[in-house]
Nanobody, 123 residues
Framework: QVQLVESGGGLVEAGGSLRLSCAAS????????MGWYRQPPGKQRELVAG???????NYADSVKGRFTISRDNAKNTVSLQMNSLKPEDTAVYYC?????????????????WGQGTQVSVSS
């Protein structure tokens, strides 16, 4: 089994910063792309930032220049540094990972999600 455990959410004033972290554990053979999604109240889940195993990154236009995604392949972790936070960044943030693992003699590649962490930004 694979688990993604997030940490670092909380309440912050507009203009402040937070850092989210996510650690993958379990029977992982290879962690491919990792990313952060968010779901604002009453809205659909959306991609915030993604990072490949080689370190290439992509960001939603709304967070470019303010958020930075990074990963530590040795520790199987991905982080999201969020600066200059705005009230519209308020959402539940989810860690996502595309993970390959052995099942018997085969490799299974699946998408995994963390449990979510609340980020609230007050105006």
């Amino acid at each position: 089994q694979v688990q993604l455990v997030e940490s670092g959410g909380g309440l912050v004033e507009a203009g402040g910063s937070l850092r989210l972290s996510c650690a993958a554990s379990g029977s992982t053979f290879r962690i491919n792309a990792m990313g952060w999604y968010r779901q604002p109240p009453g809205k659909q889940r959306e991609l915030v930032a993604g990072i490949t195993s080689g370190g290439s990154t992509n960001y939603a236009d709304s967070v470019k220049g303010r958020f930075t995604i990074s990963r530590d392949n040795a520790k199987n972790t991905v982080s999201l540094q969020m600066n200059s936070l705005k009230p519209e960044d308020t959402a539940v943030y989810y860690c996502n990972a595309d993970i390959s693992r052995w099942i018997g003699l085969s490799i299974s590649r699946d998408d995994y999600w963390g449990q979510g962490t609340q980020v609230s930004v007050s105006s």
